[in-house]
């Protein structure tokens, strides 16, 4: 089997959709040897936002104390290899033809979807490679997550808010429910979940595996001492020590509990004070990136991923600390249709904006225009385009090198610019 065809292979794997249960990626991860029991220490992370920063940020660090650490992610940008580092090296197009081709009729026979199949391939090569740390971050949810099979040293929340509620339930204590699960017994939690409704839960969970809780804002203070656009500088006061003056590559202030996470996780793990320092400073080499990420200048062009109304709250309050630079804002979106698109445009609109709505390339996607409508209705100024590509030369011609160009509302979008644009 070559690359092209394992591709082929896994993308029609989305016809099965989203079936919530274990028993179909615990059948094909025996059918590779149960890699999922070799993969060293492992952290694992559920949230609705913020959970990619803090394992971009853990993998990272650990990478910078010298240990070999596997990164799984999702989704990816523009090519699947993304979702599967060591040490921000992805998986070879080789090694995933090699794999699909080793469990391709269980997949088959077990009717797997994309996602599971995606986590055994990850676990397989993580184990082959005999990895020290690896860092898991859920897909969604977490107690029926395909990722919920390993055996975790940590388990960490960053954040619960209202999305996919098709599958986690409407309100903010059933998420959490589901994604407090992946704390077992015998980890070590640590949360930034402050909510009562949402904070419950996790306390409830945690109880019950008899797992040590820490939170951020309890057992460890933080203070933002600067924060520009791509760099964010903080002090982090643990009960062991504090880290005066951290600094990240990240934007927007709302990373300070995500950076926070990280901190607690690395410290209790034993990495020293300069590794985390130096791990957290490198933390793009991860591959993070997408994030309020600026591709151009004159006119700025910031690429965002964020996709729910929380997200796009931190997202756009994070602009307005900013927002007196710009001239004007021009906002290209895209969103998928199982999205509270209306309250994501509210959000959007604090700034003070024209939108650009454009399609997807998702079968999954909000036609441009139904989106220009939704934005109408909103009572936002939108002109629509059949891509994110064809939208953002129009507004690089028009635009004023003051006037802020976001680009915003999904992974499928910002994959898309980089692919044809970047």
């Not at 060591?86 to 699909?100: F, L, P, T």
């Not at 409704?197 to 409830?204: K, R, S, T």
């Not at 880290?243 to 410290?267: D, R, W």
Request: glycine share 8%; hydrophobic share 40%; aromatic share 8%.
């Amino acid at each position: 089997m070559t690359y092209q065809e394992a591709l082929d292979f896994l993308y029609p794997l989305h016809r099965f959709g989203i079936k919530p249960g274990l028993d179909r990626v615990y059948t094909l991860l025996d059918s590779l040897g149960s890699p999922h029991k070799r993969l060293g220490l492992v952290v694992h992370i559920a949230g609705t936002n913020g959970k990619g920063t803090v394992a971009a940020a853990l993998a990272s660090i650990f990478e910078a104390s010298g240990k070999k650490t596997a990164l799984y992610t999702s989704p990816h940008l523009v090519d699947f290899t993304e979702r599967i580092r060591i040490n921000g090296k992805q998986i070879s197009r080789e090694r995933v033809a090699y794999y699909c081709s080793q469990f391709k009729d269980a997949v088959i026979e077990n009717h797997a979807t994309f996602f599971e199949a995606t986590t055994a391939l990850a676990f397989a090569w993580f184990a082959d490679e005999a990895v020290e740390v690896s860092i898991i971050e859920t897909g969604m949810g977490g107690r029926l997550d395909a990722t919920n099979v390993v055996d975790s040293a940590y388990a960490v929340i960053s954040s619960i808010g209202l999305d996919h509620t098709e599958w986690l339930g409407g309100t903010l204590s059933l998420i959490a429910t589901e994604k407090a699960a992946i704390i077992q017994k015998g980890c070590r939690a640590y949360t930034a979940v402050t909510d009562p409704e949402a904070f419950f839960p996790v306390q409830q969970q945690a109880q019950l595996c008899d797992a040590p809780l820490s939170v951020v804002g309890r057992d460890v203070m933080t203070r933002v001492s600067a924060a520009e656009p791509g760099m964010l500088e903080l002090d982090v006061r643990s009960a062991l020590r504090d880290y005066p003056a951290l600094k990240a590559p990240l934007t927007g202030s709302f990373h300070a509990s995500n950076v926070s996470l990280a901190v607690m996780v690395a410290e209790d793990a034993g990495i020293g004070e300069k590794d985390i320092y130096s791990g957290l400073e490198r933390l793009l080499q991860t591959g993070y990136r997408a994030r309020l990420e600026t591709i151009c200048t004159h006119p700025a062009v910031l690429l965002d991923v964020s996709h729910n109304p929380d997200g796009m709250r931190q997202t756009v309050t994070t602009l307005l600390s900013f927002r007196d630079r710009y001239r004007r804002v021009y906002v290209i979106l895209g969103l998928v249709s199982d999205k509270d698109a209306p309250a994501i445009i509210r959000e959007l609109l604090r700034l003070n904006c024209s939108f650009y709505p454009v399609a997807l390339p998702s079968e999954r996607s909000v036609p441009a225009e139904e989106l220009r409508v939704l934005c109408e209705h909103e009572g936002g100024e939108a002109t629509e385009f059949s891509t994110g590509h064809e939208g953002l030369v129009y507004l690089r011609k028009i635009a004023c090198e003051d006037d802020l160009i976001l680009v915003t509302g999904s992974f499928y979008l910002a994959g898309d610019i980089i692919t044809s644009f970047i």
